[in-house]
């Protein structure tokens, strides 16, 4: 079997290390022990993206003649190549499809436009209505999660990407009026394939600087 091939950023500053979305396919493809390797596009020329990705971005993932972007649509093509990532039988897998389109469309927008839309007055009305936003989806799923450990009724991927959009608000303390919450995030980060595929992130960057700062010399 051919190896899968997961495209990414050559380099990318300190602060969204441990963020870059291939960290969620490393994630998935550990998961599923699925024999990968990991090329690059340069940081500094997007236009080289596009004919891989409409929109110029990170990641793609390459399986013989298919070439694939955007995140929950790898993770999904993913699921199909194992029982680990998605369950087979057509409710199972309704379920995580589900909670993938949720992570993607409920909760991670609610996130990260409280977080990098609502900087404005405090007191305004746009920033309370972010924050209104955001709180009743992380009550929701609070309330879900405090039920049962993921999402659906196995680990899935629809839990990488969940997890993927809760971290964004690592460094804040929302989480901590959410318990189930911080519970889930804290459970799947503790899974042996997060902690390769985040370690194996933050060693590709940081040989980057490497070799950044050798060029630059």
Not at 56 to 84: C, H
Not at 125 to 146: I, Q, Y
Not at 153 to 173: C, E, K, P, W, Y
């Amino acid at each position: 079997m051919t190896d899968l091939i997961l495209t990414t950023l050559d380099w990318v500053p300190d602060s969204p290390r441990g963020y870059v979305r291939d960290l969620l396919i490393r994630w998935a493809l550990e998961e599923a022990y699925l024999p990968y390797r990991v090329e690059t596009t340069p940081f500094d020329t997007p236009e080289e993206r596009l004919p891989f990705q409409p929109f110029a971005q990170v990641p793609w993932l390459t399986d013989g003649d298919v070439t694939l972007g955007e995140s929950a649509a790898i993770l999904l093509y993913l699921g199909d190549r194992s029982e680990v990532l998605m369950p087979s039988d057509p409710q199972g897998r309704a379920k995580v499809m589900q909670w993938t389109f949720a992570a993607a469309n409920s909760v991670e927008p609610a996130i990260f436009g409280t977080l990098f839309f609502g900087k404005d007055d405090p007191s305004s009305p746009g920033r309370n209505a972010l924050e209104a936003f955001m709180k009743r989806r992380l009550e929701r799923l609070d309330a879900v999660l405090a039920e049962r450990d993921w999402c659906a009724d196995q680990f899935s991927v629809a839990d990488i990407f969940m997890t993927n959009a809760l971290r964004l608000l690592d460094g804040h303390d929302i989480l901590d009026r959410h318990p189930a919450c911080r519970a889930y995030v804290e459970r799947a980060t503790a899974r042996r394939a997060f902690q390769k595929a985040y370690s194996d992130q933050i060693a590709h960057f940081e040989a980057a600087d490497a070799v950044r700062t050798k060029t630059a010399s």
